[in-house]
């Protein structure tokens, strides 16, 4: 009986703690996006060093440190457990139509695997590619975004959220 009588003080806590939940959850969800944000400039100052380190007089050492700098940012970007090779990959970033990727793929293979020694201007333009493929803000570091995440499970949108706030 007790509880029936004080309906009205649980529905009022609820609808106090209900929009406290979901400002915790907002704090939380900005905090997650700095991290996020900050780990994506980390790796790519990483993959720059790493990029700009590479030493331009030995061509077969350009190439292999691009070969090993590139498979780790493959695996990195598009988490790829297991390299399965150059010519896989090409035929998959084809697909997916991510071209500058596969291009890229296809040259590397194609230095790495044939009697064609790649020149100077030829690693130049293939670092180039790789660097456009690296800074690319849209696939280092994918995350989801938690928040709404949580919101579409309750079929909440934002629009009204901010409306019942106000």
Do not use: V
Request: with cysteine.
């Amino acid at each position: 009986m007790e509880l029936t009588e004080n309906w009205e003080y649980i529905l009022s806590g609820l609808l106090i703690l209900f929009p406290l939940i979901l400002i915790i959850l907002e704090l939380i969800e900005n905090r997650i996006k700095k991290k996020i944000e900050k780990e994506k400039l980390n790796k790519k100052r990483y993959y720059l060093k790493k990029l700009n380190e590479i030493d331009y007089s030995n061509n077969d050492s350009n190439l292999n440190q691009i070969n090993k700098l590139a498979k780790e940012l493959f695996k990195d970007i598009f988490q790829i457990r297991y390299f399965q090779g150059y010519g896989k990959l090409e035929k998959n970033f084809l697909k997916k139509g991510f071209l500058k990727e596969a291009k890229f793929c296809g040259d590397i293979n194609k230095y790495l695997y044939s009697q064609e020694k790649p020149d100077l201007t030829q690693i130049k333009n293939l670092m180039n590619l790789f660097k456009q493929i690296m800074t690319k803000d849209d696939k280092i570091i994918k995350k989801e975004n938690i928040f709404k995440r949580f919101l579409n499970l309750f079929h909440i949108k934002k629009k009204e959220l901010n409306n019942n706030q106000n």
